[in-house]
Each structure stands twice: as structure tokens, then as C-alpha cells.
């Protein structure tokens, strides 16, 4: 399998300085990859302060890791030169969560359709660039007469952020890492915004690594999730298995926190877990980060973090409540992921949940 970017067991830590000495682990260990040959949607997912952002930025080489080693084809990325580092660009591109702040008002939106074929010389001619900008604009479902010669304040969210698609798709990349593409459109537009994403894989070949704390639009659109909390991979695996039967506690507590569309079915958010367990607190530096949180609480949990164990065939789940299964290496979540069929859509219809986590209050546990 050949590799176009991957992280490698990488550590991020925030702080330490001279004069403040505290520090935060922003991310944990974290190790995944994309196959140049095979493209792939994968969905990070996780609430604020998970470590979402930090994986964007250490995958486009904004920030480096404090260890382990972000690779572009098997280079490191903080020591490309500077051809390589235009190859990088050209193959690893992103789309940004606001749509708003992204362009420059006093341009018109053709400028950021322009700029990466001027700075790339994609084109031979003022018509060959017309010709590529029309193209990226109606493979994203945009009508180029209606969407250029405009300022970005005259179209919308929705278009705004689909003219930002369409610039990702100019330079063909390899890659596109979409954070949080569609958290500032309206809901009616995020199925549009979707789409379009997916035409990127579907038609193109290009590999979606999807930034979000919306487990719905994740479970829709990829065939691999990874879920996080507090910096470290909490389950893994394919989107099929784990967001419709989660195994760990905190992938439960996202996935029941869904508002159903039935008014017989209570929302019952962080309840769905139950009680924390409490009586437990760490003794080192290396322990479960969900321990404070998860009724399942135990000693074991907070003298060291749980390994991932490989707990069925395409998925994998950091906890100590499936102990039984095979442990795997740090760089074990690669593999997992390997095993899952991109292709593979165990649900047509919609979400179907574990019927647990959507249980009234005055069910039994």
C-alpha cells in the first residue's frame, strides 16, 4: 500500500513554556493514513477541545508535532524543500469552516478561482482558465454565469462555500481535508455542501478526510470514522458498525445525544450513559480520559490508558470493557481502517441505532 500522507504515532503538546509551565496534550499517539491508490472518506469526529483542529493543522504542516512525524510520501513534512512543498500543495488541499471569512471582500469571487491556476501555471491561455474555472464550478452543481463577476457579499453561504469546493477540485489534489464544511450554512444547504464532496471521490478519486463534531453528516458521507475525545482515539473503524452499535462509552454518549425525529423518543443526552461511576482518580499521567464521565469507571482506567483493541474485523475501541479482545500497536488504527470497504454502505435508509441508546428514561438499563 502506497501512502500519500500519513501521521505516525504523533504527539501534540501545547504550553511548557518558561513562564507558564503548564501543559495540554492536544492530541495523543495519533496515527492514520490515506492510500494514494484507494480514495477513501474518513470522518474524525469528536466535541470541542478534542483535538479535531489540531490533526488539520499537523496534516497540513501549519504546526508540527511535539513527536512522532506527519509524512508526505514518506518525506517528512516539516523538512520538504521547496519544490516538494508546491508537489504538497498541489496533492493536499482544504476546505475551511466559514465561507464568510475566507474571501476578500473587495475582490470578486473569480479571484480565488484564478489564483491557484495562476500559481501553479495550470493554464496556457486567459480561455484555458476560463474553461478550468467553469468546469470545477459546475462539477460542484454552481452555474458559472450566475456565480462569477459577483462580489462575495451577493451570493450566498451555501454558494460561497461550494466556490471553495470547486477551488480544492482545480488542482486535482489527492487529498482534501474539509473542517467543518458545513457547520455555518443553513441546514437546508449542508445536503448540497455534502454532495459535492462526495462528487469529489465518486468522479475524481480524491481522498475526504471530514472534520466534524456532527456524527449524522459522518455516518452519511464516509465509509471510516475515528472518534476522539480529549486528544486520544476513543473507537475507530467502519462508519457502518460503529455509529449504529458504538462500543465505547463516549461514542454511546455522542450517538445518544442525536435528536431523533419521533416525539415518542426522549432526547436524553449525557443521560443515556447512566450515573458516572466515581471513586476512582489517576495515578500517573497515563490513564483513560473518559474516567470522570463513564459509569463504567474503574481502577484499571486511570493507572493506564487503554490500549485500542481490535474488537471486531474493520473496528477497533480504546477501552478496558473489551480487555478480551487482541490489543494492537500504537500504529494498530491504520490497519483497522485498511480493512474497511470503502465502498460498503450497511444502512440505505437513514440511521438505525442501537435501540439502548434511545431508550426512555424509564427503561431499564
Not at 98 to 114: A, G, S, T
Not at 201 to 226: E, P, Q, V
Not at 319 to 331: H, S
Amino acid at each position: 500500500m502506497t501512502t500519500i500522507l500519513e501521521a505516525r504515532d504523533v504527539t501534540k503538546i501545547f504550553g511548557g513554556g518558561m513562564f507558564d509551565k503548564t501543559q495540554t496534550i492536544a492530541l495523543e499517539r495519533f496515527s492514520f493514513s490515506v492510500d494514494a491508490d484507494r480514495p477513501t472518506v474518513t470522518a474524525i469526529v469528536g466535541e470541542s477541545g478534542s483535538g479535531k483542529t489540531t490533526i488539520v493543522r499537523l496534516l497540513l504542516g501549519l504546526t508540527s508535532p511535539t513527536e512522532g512525524q506527519v509524512l508526505y510520501q514518506g518525506r517528512d513534512l516539516q523538512q520538504l524543500n521547496r519544490s516538494e512543498r508546491k508537489e504538497f500543495l498541489s496533492d493536499v488541499q482544504a476546505i475551511f469552516q466559514d465561507p464568510f471569512e475566507v474571501y476578500n471582500p473587495f475582490y470578486k469571487v473569480d479571484h480565488v478561482l484564478e489564483s491557484p491556476i495562476d500559481n501553479f501555471k495550470m493554464a496556457k491561455s486567459k480561455e484555458h482558465r476560463r474553461q478550468l474555472i467553469v468546469d470545477a464550478l459546475e462539477a460542484v452543481g454552481l452555474r458559472p454565469d450566475e456565480t462569477l463577476g459577483r462580489y462575495p457579499h451577493q451570493l450566498s453561504g451555501g454558494q460561497r462555500q461550494r466556490i471553495m469546493v470547486a477551488r480544492a477540485l482545480l488542482l486535482r489534489p489527492k487529498v482534501i481535508i474539509a473542517d467543518e464544511p458545513v457547520s455555518m450554512v443553513d441546514a437546508s444547504l449542508r445536503a448540497t455542501i455534502l454532495e459535492s464532496l462526495l462528487v469529489l471521490k465518486r468522479d475524481f478519486g480524491i481522498s475526504l478526510i471530514y472534520i466534524t463534531h456532527d456524527l449524522t453528516t459522518a455516518f452519511h458521507i464516509s465509509s471510516d470514522i475515528i472518534v476522539l475525545y480529549r486528544g486520544s482515539v476513543t473507537e475507530g473503524g467502519n462508519a457502518g458498525l460503529v455509529v449504529p452499535k458504538p462500543e465505547h462509552p463516549y461514542t454511546r454518549l455522542l450517538v445518544g445525544s442525536i435528536p431523533m425525529a419521533d416525539p415518542d423518543l426522549p432526547w436524553l443526552g449525557e443521560r443515556v450513559l447512566g450515573t458516572p461511576a466515581g471513586g476512582v482518580a489517576p495515578t500517573g499521567t497515563s490513564f483513560c480520559r473518559f474516567y470522570d464521565r463513564c459509569p463504567h469507571a474503574m481502577q484499571e482506567c486511570v493507572e493506564a490508558a487503554p490500549p485500542l483493541f481490535h474488537t471486531s474485523h474493520g473496528r477497533a475501541t480504546s477501552c478496558y470493557l473489551y480487555r478480551d479482545a487482541p490489543a494492537l500497536p500504537p500504529d494498530g488504527l491504520i490497519q483497522v481502517l485498511s480493512e474497511v470497504d470503502s465502498d460498503q454502505q450497511l444502512s440505505q435508509n437513514g440511521l438505525h441505532l442501537d435501540p439502548s441508546l434511545v431508550r426512555s428514561p424509564s427503561s431499564p438499563s
